[in-house]
Structure formats: C-alpha cells, structure tokens
C-alpha cells in the first residue's frame, strides 16, 4: 500500500487525506497543535456565573457545501450520517452609522425589495449583478478553480477557449469598486458588495472586478450554517478520516522534508515520528513556512513567495450578557468612509479609527452556544497583515473603537455586557497556524495576475511532492481549500 503524510490538519488537509485515503494510500496526518482544523477550530470560555461561551475561533460563514458533502460521497457514506447543515434564510444584517440598516435577504426578490424600499435602488440592479456574477463564476469555475493553472492540459481543452472568449465579461482590466460604482446609484450598495473583496483578503479598490464572482457563492448558491457550529466541518471529516483508516498525530510538528535527488523520501517530527519512508508527502501548510522551514536548503521560489499577503483579522470574542433581536447570525456595521479604511488597511498597514465590523452570533442559531439570555459574540475587524506593528497598542484603541461604534448603533453601553473575553490578532494567527505574516488567504489578489502568482499544487523540484490550502492555488477559504486538495490528490495519481 503506498504512503503518504500530510503536513497539517486544515481544512484542506483533511480533505486531501480522505480523497488520498480514497485513493487507497495509507495516510497519515501529522498536526502541531493539539486540535484539528487549523483556523477552523472552536474554543470555549467560562462566564463569571460559570455560564459557558462557545466560539467558532476563525471561519463563520460557510458557502459551497456540495464540497464537504462530495468527500463523504467519494468515500461512499451519506453525508448526513456526518455532518448536517440549513440554508439561511436571510444573509446578513447591515448598519450604518446614520441609522440606515438593511438587510440581505437569500430570496433575490426579497432582497431587490428591500433596497428598494430602504435604498431607493431599482431591484433590477442587483439582479444583474448577481446575473453577471453566476456568469462569472460559470466561465472562471472549470478553469480556475477545479484545475492546476500550472499544467498544459488547463489551457488545451473547451473550457480554456471559452474562457478565452468570454474574458472580456471576467473585468479583468478594471477594479471591483469601479464595476460596482457603474452597476449601483446608491453609495452604501456600492460598499455593501466591495465588501465582497474582503472575503479572499483583498482591496475594493484595487482587486480586479473578476472578484465579483464572489456574491455568486453567497447569493445564488447560497449560504449555510451547519447545525453544530462551523467546528461541525471539521469534526466530521476527522470522523470520516478516521473511518478510513488515516492515523492523526496531534502535538507533532514537522520540522524537515528530507529529499534525495528529486524526490522526498521522508520527513522528520518533534517528537520524533517512528515510520517508514513515505511515498507522497502533501503540505497544507502555508507555502512560504513550507520552503523557509521545511524545505530551506531547497530552490525557493521567490517571486511567488514573496509576493504580498492578503490582509490579516482582529478577533474578539465576547460573553455578552444580554440578547439583541435586531442582530442576526451574520451583521456588518460599516465604516463611515471605506476608501479611507483600505488605505489604512493596505497601504499604511494599520487599523482605521473607524472601522468596518462584522459580528457573527452563532447562539442565534445554536442558542446552547451562550448562556441562556446571553450571546456569544465573534467581532472580526480586517487587519493589515503582520509586519511588526505595534499590536498591543493597535488592539487596545481598537476595542475602544469597537465599543463606541456598537454602543452607539445598539444605544447601549456594550462594554459593560462583556462577561468573557478573548482576543485573535495577526500575530497569534501566525503562530497558531504557520500562516506567513498571519495573512487569512495566503497572497492577496489585489492585481489580475494574482491568480497567476499563487504557488501550483505541486512541486517543480520533487516529484512527489504537493501543496494544499490557502496559501496555494486556487486560493483562500474553505470552497478554494477544499478545491486545492481535489487538484493535489488528482495530481498524486499522476505519479503512481
Ligand atoms: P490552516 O487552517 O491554515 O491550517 C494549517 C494547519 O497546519 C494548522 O493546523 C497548523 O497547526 C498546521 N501546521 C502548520 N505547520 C505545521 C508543521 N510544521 N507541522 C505540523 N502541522 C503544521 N473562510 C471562509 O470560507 N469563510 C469565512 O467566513 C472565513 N472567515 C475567516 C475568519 C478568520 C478569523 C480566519 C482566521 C479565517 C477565515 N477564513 C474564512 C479563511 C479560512 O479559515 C482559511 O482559508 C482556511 O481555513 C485555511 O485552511 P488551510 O487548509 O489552508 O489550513
């Protein structure tokens, strides 16, 4: 039986030791926290009274399920007997400092409504924009997304010449900020879907309109809560790993990848991993720790390497002790001047006195995640990636922002609701998951070649060698990370 170990227990990791299971290989998955799951972990903090909190520490909102439920499939169990999931009806939750809210409806119709009536938008605009966004997605999906971009064969077939064809609809050559100030009237819809840019670590205003395929994900495919929290993906496909027959090493970090010649043949651990020689060896962690760490006497390709990081994220985590209807699962209260908050973001590389909050609480649909008559609050800022700033000081005026800004949208003083408290920051990203400069997305796409610039899924030095996750083709977030493991495994098979 061939061999493999995979670097890590990421999403993509996980993914890519099942399909590789599936395959027939014996896997073994070699993780240096004590928990699965990388940025897609949970965690749990105690209330004075001894209520608990739990939260979801990285990723709330989870789109394209079909990819969870194809590695159940693949490996011929039914989904459900795993992990179970419901459409949301409504998708988020907007704010705006003058009073303004709006809310993003899954019905398209609802939703036109509603910026209708809050807005004075014509509905008619958002249907083409998510028209143009499926058409997008359509024509990027089978080239980009479900293949390596590094291989002939990508550019030689059908789905090549008709995205040959339909570049121009890609808004290659123009930034999202610039598609969308054409598309809409109204300057808050405008920001409403540059937003979108932030859900790969990128810049409105500098991110090339083909981004624009994001809504497509939230809006026509839909978004999705899993019934046991976020923490339920990861769970799950440890169990189905597990059923498989791949072995796990928590507490184990990888410290070499031993080649020989062009190939890897083995890989050293602490402690101190007792084997045998491994036939394939997949890295799902990130790509430039990969060559700095593991690989350092190795070729390092620098130009993709060095390329810029996608931004970062503050986290807070609060027990609240108290319950607001006006908040759903997902709530966006926005920046009074977004062009001003990206600067800061990307080109000073600091935090904006105003800026963009997103607040997750996912007790509203999984009311045992707080206390009763509690929430759990997940309050994520973007955040410059790491390049040494003064972080303490950054988060202290940061929380300090946070509260003012809520407390004036939810006319209550929230600092004195805060009954636990922990904190996520660029720095502890980077070392609770090797991800260079704690960047959420690995390199940012704020150009058109971005996609062009992300490492392949496999090596050019060794042969059987691959990489997986968010720091590699295709990208960042769950869908690209599972996405990254199918094109991997489906390359391992070329090498048998
Ligand atoms: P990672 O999660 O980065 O895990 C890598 C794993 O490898 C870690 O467990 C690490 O410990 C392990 N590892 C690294 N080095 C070694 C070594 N030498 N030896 C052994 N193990 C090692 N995505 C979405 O789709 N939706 C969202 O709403 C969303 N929100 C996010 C919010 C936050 C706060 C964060 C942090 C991320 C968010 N993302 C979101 C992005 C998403 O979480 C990531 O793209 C994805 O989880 C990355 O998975 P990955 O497979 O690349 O591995």
Redesign the pocket.
Known sequence: MPTAAV???????LAAAIRLAVKGYEVEV????DY?????SSFENTGPDGGLYRFD???????MPHLVDELFRLAGRNPADYFEYIRLDETCRYFWDDGARLTAWADHHRFGQEIETVLGEPAEHLHAHLRDSAVKYNVTEKLFLHRSLHKAATWLNRDALRGYLNLPRLGVFGTMNGANERRFQHPKLVQLFNRYAT?NGSDPYQTPATLNIIPHLEYNIGAFFPKDGMIGITRSLVRLAEDLGVRFYFN????EIVTNGKKVVDIR?VPKRIGYPVDVVVS???VV?TFR??LPTARQPERILRQPKSSS?L?FYWGINRQFAELGLHNIFFSNDYRAEFDCLFNQQTLSDDPTIYLNITSKHKPDDAPPGCENWFI?LNAPNNTGQDWDALIAQARQNVIRKLSRNLDVDVSSLIQSESV?DPRS?EA????SQGA???NSSNNRFAAFLRHANFSRQFSNLFF????VHPG??????LL?AKIATELVEEIR
């Not at 184990?252 to 410290?255: A, F, H």
């Open positions: 670097i890590g227990s990421g999403i993509a990791g070699f993780e240096a926290n699965a799951g990388g940025k897609l520490a990285g990723p709330s909102l989870f789109t859900y184990t970090r990888v410290t651990t799902n962690m990130d720790s760490r593991l994220g986290i994520l996520l990203i609770r998951t090797s991800s959420l997305y690995g997986v996750g968010g720091s960042g977030g769950i869908p690209l990370c990254s």
